[in-house]
């Protein structure tokens, strides 16, 4: 258990005595929960039971020790239950009992010295077939031996002490859809009771091109890592393991140049992402997990928000905008309820930061919206995340409910006096919803469509009570500069933009994954030393920043430092993370027409210029690449834009033109080619391209009429082809096929 909840804090049974005090039958009950509660039962709490129930002291205590279940005294962290059954008697158990009094030095009853051990014999536990057998904290051992039972207690103090082997598989939503899931269990179906070695589940590191990974710990020391593991490596690996010889897993060691994505990085809001546990709220705890909310519940309120003021930490959802000053508008705004909700929408096509942290490591959110709500003065929170994430909604309700077990939430958190309880809103689908007000809309079963401002949030925000809405990246940061100082998370940026900050770096890039830097490292930086790079010897063209609300940036800018003015200055915004990089295969103009496309469709249609604006645009974005383009197309485009800009009522509207834009600022040779040349510079927009076969260099293999969906290319073997244009669907097909560079594409 943790040091954060004292053994006789009665306040801890509150709950359970008001529910239960009036019912004369439910003595029992009071006694299991409050065991639950503090590990056994204190002898303070048989005297506050008794008092509050009308019990004697003494008709408690006889109830506690006539039943087999309570304990009195406090116990080890692994629970022994060793077997004294019938079958096990005559196969053996003494010398297990032998074994385990030489190991442990305790006998039936005693505890370890260091609290991790508690021995008890017991009649019968029922698995007679495996006799000798014992129970460790649910867990069975079956035909034991001294030897056995020994190598099983070594394992169990190595993993405490961390200095035991651990085989960790990431099971992120990207390493389970490469078939992590199925790696870890073949791992684990490898492993025989008497392996001191552990596997175990983890988050995702960032590095979604090489799944699945594993990573194989000494104690806290990375020893190797495993990369695009398969079932059929498991068996390897388990053995390499066992025999401490890793040389036969050489070929699936991480490069040196792939290693440096990581290397490259300094992680603060992913710090735990691909070391804890998800599952498990002591694995977190054991990474110092909670101690920022500890500390944070003996500060004032004022405290925290200055801290968080000092940090300079600001909005990692879009705008920016800075987090303490919205904690204390909060917190001075009047309203008998108040409310904390992290947004964990993330509908932005290309972002999937939030998710990973929420999979990966479920409590440092909790503990930072904790910390959120102590300052503000909230009772409740809300989490309102995609079902389009279903993973993650799966950890953070496992997550709750292991906090709610330990104390930390609910009442009187950490005995502080403080409580705070957390729920889960699941979205339905709709982009909008992103924007705060759409979310408390949404949160509250109505459609979400934006309010006008003021009020905001935190004066009238869900269920027209204060609110403070921030994102999963933002609470990700907060125990952090809680447990860290402000002042060190502010030593690391610009003085624009202070921290780190997490990017979804996808696209022609040679890495992609999730990546987290501080604040003012350049495009270039992110682009060609972390990410290594784009694909296939292409050149670089742009990056898209900030989702469908962001803009495009060209490589003429690619010194351009990773802070909120200087992004803004380029058209583009920080958004939630984004960062989609381009190649020259790329039209700007059809990429801008996609991202109008999403933002159009997902309108809530509640203002006119949003509504209609952004129609009229995707009509006249679809004549040009369908080679209808007209003059005077271009500056209808920029008018439109900004009136768009000028005249919505939220953010997605306001941002919408912003792909356009861009695209139009940097690139409009592009929209000039295709309006006034038909022609489509990256050959990409199927309608303005030409293909053909070149007589000279086609061989008449035959291989691109075969690959043809439509079989609109003929000819004779070992004779030159030809392409029907008029049958030609532009699918590429035959480009990709042909090995002579015999297909042209103008």
Known sequence: MTEFKPDVDLSLMEGILRKYQDDPTSLIMILQQAQSIYGYLPQEVIYHVAERTGNSPAKVMGVATFYSYFRLKPMGTYQIMLCDGTACHVNGSERIRTAITQELGIGNGETTEDGMFTLNEVACLGCCSLAPVMMINGDTYGNLTPEKTIK????????????????????????????????????????????????????????????????????????HRLVRVTETDALGIVEAVRKNDFSKLEAMFISDEDARFLKKQKRVALRNCGVVNPTSIDDYIN???YKALDKALQMEPEQVIEEIKV?????????????????????????ENKYLICNADEGDPGAFMDRAVIESDPHTLIEGMLIGAYAIGASEMFVYIRAEYPLAVERLGHAIEQ????????????GSGFSCDLNIKIGAGAFVCGEETALI??????????????????????????SNINNVETFANVAWIIQNGGAAFSAMGTENSKGTKVFALTGKVQRGGLVE????????????????????????????????SGGCIPAALQDTPIDYKALSATGAIMGSGGMVVMDDSTCMVNIARFFLDFTARESCGKCVPCRI??????????????GQGQEGDIELLEELCLSIKDGSLC????????????????????YEAHIRDKKCPACECSALLTISIDPAKCTGCTVCARKCPVECISGERKEPHVIDQAACIKCKQCVSSCKFGAIVVE
């Not at 300079?312 to 919205?326: I, M, N, Q, Y």
């Not at 979400?448 to 204060?466: D, H, I, T, V, W």
């Not at 490292?521 to 742009?542: E, P």
């Open 403 to 414: 906090a709610r077990s330990r104390g930390l939430l609910g009442e009187n958190i950490l």
């Open 613 to 626: 604006g952004t129609t009229r645009m995707m009509e006249i974005l679809n004549r040009i690449c369908d």
């Open 311 to 335: 940090s300079g930490l600001a909005g990692r959802g879009g705008a920016g905008f800075p987090t303490w000053f919205k904690w204390d508008a909060a917190r001075k705004a009047e309203g």
């Open 651 to 670: 953010g997605l509207g306001q941002t919408a033109p912003n792909p356009v834009l861009t695209t139009i600022r940097y690139f409009r040779d592009e």
């Open 517 to 548: 830097v501080p604040m003012g490292k350049s495009l270039k930086d992110v682009i060609f030393d972390i990410a290594g790079g784009i694909k296939d010897g292409r050149k670089y063209k742009a990056v898209q920043m900030g989702g469908p």
């Open 441 to 466: 809309e949404s949160m509250e079963g109505k459609r979400g469509m934006p309010r006008l401002k003021p009020p905001f949030p935190a004066q009238s925000g869900y269920l027209n009570e204060p």
């Open 287 to 289: 990474h110092d997990g």
């Open 152 to 223: 099983i207690l070594r394992k169990l103090r190595e993993r405490e002490s961390g200095q035991g082997i651990r085989i960790l598989v990431g099971q992120g939503s990207c390493g389970v859809s490469a078939g992590a899931a199925r790696v870890a269990k073949v791992l684990s179906g490898h492993m025989t009771a008497t392996d001191s070695f552990t596997v175990e589940t983890t988050g995702c590191i960032g590095m979604c091109y090489l799944e699945p990974i594993v990573d194989i710990y000494e104690g806290d020391k990375l020893l």
